[in-house]
Structure formats: structure tokens, C-alpha cells
């Protein structure tokens, strides 16, 4: 199984300051096509999981251009340019690209 | 709107079964691969089963295979988890999810509760 595995786990920041989340896969997550599939979710407290990203850096209609996803082969982050309050909860990365899918461990953004 | 309604969830005693239900509206549903996605309490997201749109590939983690069965009815937009021989650690919230991977909105239900203990 592919290990998908985001640090830090827990990301304390101040308000309007960046944040940076990083998501390792154990294996290349890219097609033959040369697409990866790289999906960044958010869960806010209480909340469904909302699909933030797809294919490594694509944003998914009505997320804030503050929201940003890069990387290609097994290294990816998710950057948000200045953090706001709603921008509070879990941040989970999740591959597609292989069988089983697999879901990181999950970081938390906090305001400090 | 797009709703997708999960239902089926209880308590269940260790071995025991349940079926759950993921009534899908607002979309075309017999387009979409579904998915169900589960979170234990405090814990975070495990993929559980996928089925492509025709129903005719279906995909689990080895955690659930053998023991849970995902399946769909295209005439009643309904996707289902039938779960058997259940354990102490099935115990999770069960998203019904289109989990889509590429281009187009991705929809997730609110969740049923499965708690397994005796």
C-alpha cells in the first residue's frame, strides 16, 4: 500500500500569517498520462471532509486563491497565504492513484 | 441541490451485520464512482470501498475485504455497504463520497455512526 504521510501534524499560526503542510508519498504517484492523483482535503470541526485540491494543484470551485497545492513524483504541499479563522481544522492529504486509496494522517491548523 | 443522505447506522454486537444506505440526489448519479469513507472517533480518514459507476468493478482495503460487500442500484441513485462480521474497530463514521479525483465537484454526505460493542 502506498504510505502518504504529512507533517507537521499539528500547525499552530498566527492569523494572517503563511501555513505549509507536506505530504510524502511511499511511491510515485505519477500516470502514464503524467498526472498525479493528489487530492488535499479539509475537514472543519464538526464538518463534513471538503476536496480542496485535486490533481496536485488544482483548486476546486469556491476554494480562496489563498489555498495552493504543488509538488509531483512523492513530494507535495499545500500552502495557505494568510490564514484566516475559517481556515481552522484538519488538513488531510489522499493519494488516487493506486489501489488501496490511502488518506494521510491528518494535520491540525490552530490559531495560536 | 446535491444531497447524499446515508443511513443504516446503529449499534451492533462484534460478529453482527449491517446495511448501509447512501440515497444520492441533485446529480446524475449512475455517472459517478461512489465511494464510502470512514472515520473512527478521534481518528482520521480510511478509504472503505469503491464501485465505478456501472457497478461492475468494485475496490476495497484489505481491512474490509471478505467481510464488507458495496453494491448499487443506478434505478434508485442509492449506493450500499452491507457489512458483516464485524469488529470492535469498524466502529466509525461512514461517509458516502463521490471521491473524485479529477475535474468536477467532489460530494461527501454527512455520515452514519457504526459503533460496534457488546
Known amino acids: 500500500d502506498v504510505v502518504m504521510t504529512q507533517s507537521p501534524l499539528s500547525l499552530p499560526v498566527t492569523l494572517g500569517q503563511p501555513a505549509s503542510i507536506s505530504c510524502r508519498s511511499s511511491?510515485?504517484?505519477?500516470?502514464?498520462?503524467?498526472?498525479?492523483?493528489l487530492n488535499w482535503f479539509q475537514q472543519r470541526p464538526g464538518q463534513s471532509p471538503r476536496r480542496l485540491i485535486y490533481?496536485?494543484?488544482n483548486r476546486d470551485s469556491g476554494v480562496p486563491d489563498r489555498f495552493s497545492g504543488s509538488g509531483s513524483g512523492t513530494d507535495f504541499t499545500l500552502k495557505i497565504t494568510r490564514v484566516e479563522a475559517g481556515d481552522v481544522g484538519i488538513y488531510y492529504c489522499?493519494?488516487?492513484?493506486?489501489?488501496?486509496?490511502?488518506f494521510g494522517q491528518g494535520t491540525t491548523v490552530e490559531i495560536k | 441541490e446535491v444531497q447524499l443522505l446515508e443511513s443504516g447506522g446503529g449499534l451492533v454486537q462484534p460478529g453482527g451485520s449491517l446495511r448501509l444506505s447512501c440515497a444520492a440526489s441533485?446529480?446524475?448519479?449512475?455517472?459517478?464512482?461512489m465511494s464510502w469513507v470512514r472515520q473512527a472517533p478521534g481518528k482520521g480518514l480510511e478509504w472503505v470501498s469503491t464501485?465505478?459507476?456501472?457497478?461492475?468493478?468494485?475496490y476495497y482495503p484489505d481491512s474490509v475485504k471478505g467481510r464488507f460487500t458495496i453494491s448499487r442500484d443506478n434505478s434508485k441513485n442509492t449506493v450500499y455497504l452491507q457489512m458483516n462480521g464485524l469488529r470492535a474497530e469498524d466502529t466509525a463514521l461512514y461517509y458516502c463520497?463521490?471521491?473524485?479525483?479529477?475535474?468536477?465537484?467532489?460530494?461527501w454526505g454527512q455520515g452514519t455512526l457504526v459503533t460496534v460493542s457488546s
Open positions: 489522499m493519494q488516487g492513484s493506486h489501489w488501496p486509496r490511502t
Open positions: 463520497a463521490t471521491l473524485k479525483l479529477r475535474m468536477g465537484t467532489d460530494y
Open positions: 464501485i465505478t459507476s456501472s457497478g461492475s468493478n468494485t
Open positions: 511511491q510515485s504517484l505519477v500516470h502514464s498520462d503524467g498526472n498525479a492523483d
Open positions: 490533481e496536485v494543484s
Open positions: 441533485g446529480i446524475t448519479f449512475s455517472t459517478y464512482d
